[in-house]
Each structure stands twice: as structure tokens, then as C-alpha cells.
């Protein structure tokens, strides 16, 4: 399992994503950013950061 904090990007926000894989994670990532912070799209640099931020759970 795999995890990314999103307090890794925006400072302040306790959101947790988990997924088996990066790209489970990182789809995890996609749906909290449009529900909590009302991203309809993730840019390419968020993306990058996300994935330096996914850690083992």
C-alpha cells in the first residue's frame, strides 16, 4: 500500500490518499483535489510533487 499526505502540497490540509500503486495514488490525489479544493485540472508540477510525496503505508 502507498500513501500521499496532502499537506506535502498544500500546506494545512489533512487529507490522506492511499492506493496499491503510484497511479492508484495519484488518481486518489486527483479526485481529493477536485472534492476538497476544487481542482478541475492537476498541473503537470503538482503531479511531479505528488509523486516525490508518495511514500510506503
Do not use: W, Y
Request: charged content about 25%; aromatic content about 2%; glycine content about 8%.
Amino acid at each position: 500500500m502507498k500513501q500521499f499526505a496532502c499537506s506535502n502540497v498544500v500546506p494545512g490540509c489533512d487529507g490522506v490518499v492511499t492506493g496499491q500503486t503510484d497511479d492508484e495514488v495519484l488518481d486518489a490525489a486527483a479526485r481529493h483535489a477536485a472534492d476538497a479544493h476544487g481542482m478541475t485540472e492537476v498541473p503537470d508540477e503538482v503531479v511531479t510533487q505528488i509523486r516525490a510525496g508518495i511514500t510506503d503505508a
